[in-house]
């Protein structure tokens, strides 16, 4: 019930940046949106498809995961570089109980985020089907991973500094290296090889088997994505324990 009341306290922060809410919706729709024109600027005579769109709707839903990163280091920032974080310590929560209740209020982001983005392409040709609702559930391990990313900057770091790491590194990491915009396996060599070890593409790979209805590829790729999830989410709990030991 403690960390529930915590959720709700962070859940009502982030009501409060409506700018902010809007764009992490916003900005996937812009993307898919763009792509998706581009792709149909192409004259018919070049029988040529630059984006597939349950390819293209599966890797920006996975894409727009990332701006979790920033909303959840921004919170956990802002609250240590204010006196808040002093009060809090005083409440008989443990350390997993404060950085549950950070994560607790992005996971209906996170379906929503990914809900709107695959009716709205709908639009340019999705088939409407009870994968999408699927695609939401799958979305939501990734999802973890990346609020389990912003929490353990959010702790380690101040509010300016997770801006550039959440902000421009890792989005950048994740567009490059998560197969969204081209095939990996045509770089290949040691750039493929990083990208696979690294659980941007598998977020992608999830969302995408999950649209395409290829079930049996689902767990494994959430598995990828949920081992690093688990070990950054725990790293994320024994820094926050580290820190408010120095704080006290």
């Not at 929490?151 to 290296?177: P, Q, R, Y």
Request: contains cysteine; glycine residues 6%.
């Amino acid at each position: 019930m403690k960390t529930l009341a915590f959720a709700s306290r962070n859940a009502k922060e982030l009501q409060r940046d409506v700018l902010t809410s809007i764009f992490g919706i916003a900005f996937p729709i812009v993307l898919l949106v763009l792509l998706s024109v581009i792709n149909s600027s192409i004259p018919k005579e070049a029988h040529m498809t630059l984006f597939e769109i349950k390819n293209l709707t599966g890797g920006i839903s996975a894409f727009g995961l990332v701006f979790l990163s920033l909303f959840s280091a921004l919170l956990v920032s802002k609250d240590r570089c204010t006196a808040f974080i002093i009060r809090l310590y005083a409440s008989p929560l443990k350390p997993s109980g404060y950085i549950l209740g950070y994560t607790v209020p992005l996971i209906p982001m996170a379906l929503l985020q990914t809900l709107v983005t695959c009716l709205f392409a709908l639009i340019f040709g999705l088939s409407f089907s009870a994968n999408i609702l699927l695609a939401a559930v799958v979305s939501i391990v990734p999802a973890f991973l990346y609020i389990s990313i912003g929490l353990l900057c959010g702790t380690a770091f101040s509010d300016k500094m997770v801006g550039i790491i959440c902000g421009a590194v890792l989005t950048n990491l994740s567009a490059w290296l998560s197969n969204i915009w081209f095939d990996i396996s045509l770089v290949g060599g040691a750039f493929q090889k990083i990208a696979e070890f690294l659980p941007f593409i598998h977020c992608v790979n999830a969302l995408r088997a999950a649209l395409e209805g290829n079930y049996s590829q689902i767990i494994p790729e959430l598995l990828w994505v949920f081992g690093y999830a688990a070990v950054i989410f725990a790293c994320a709990v024994l820094l926050f324990n580290r820190r408010m030991k120095q704080d006290k």
